[in-house]
């Protein structure tokens, strides 16, 4: 059974970095691209950013390419978010999320993800 487990998040003020991880079982990681997403209250979930498993990466969004920085670790089967300069805007739920292919589309929908962690909250006061 495929699992991901977001962990890293908390409260930081603006200016301030945190780094999300998340961690897979039940896969063969290396066969899986991933991707981060984020849900604030009252929004829809958004994609941020999705790493493909020889990590070729695209972002969703053009606030995370100078901020967040997405890496993979195939072979501990962990994903990271680095966030560094965050913002109160960046207040939300992080996702991780898995694809069952090495390549990801990375069209921005998250229905192409079929796994998805519990998420970690992300606050960050201004």
């Known amino acids: 059974q495929v699992q991901v487990v977001e962990s890293g998040g908390g409260l930081v003020q603006a200016g301030g970095s945190l780094r999300l991880s998340c961690t897979a079982s039940?896969?063969?990681?290396?066969?899986?691209?991933m991707g981060w997403f984020r849900q604030a209250p009252g929004k829809e979930r958004e994609g941020i950013v999705c790493i493909n498993w020889n990590e070729g990466i695209t972002y969703y969004i053009a606030s995370a390419t100078d901020r967040f920085s997405i890496s993979r670790d195939n072979a501990k089967n962990t994903l990271y978010l680095q966030m560094n300069s965050l913002k109160p805007e960046d207040t939300a739920i992080y996702y991780c999320a898995a694809v069952s292919r090495p390549f990801v589309y990375c069209s921005g929908s998250a229905s192409e993800f079929g796994y998805w962690g519990q998420g970690t909250q992300v606050t960050v006061s201004s």
């Open positions: 039940g896969l063969t990681f290396a066969d899986y691209g």
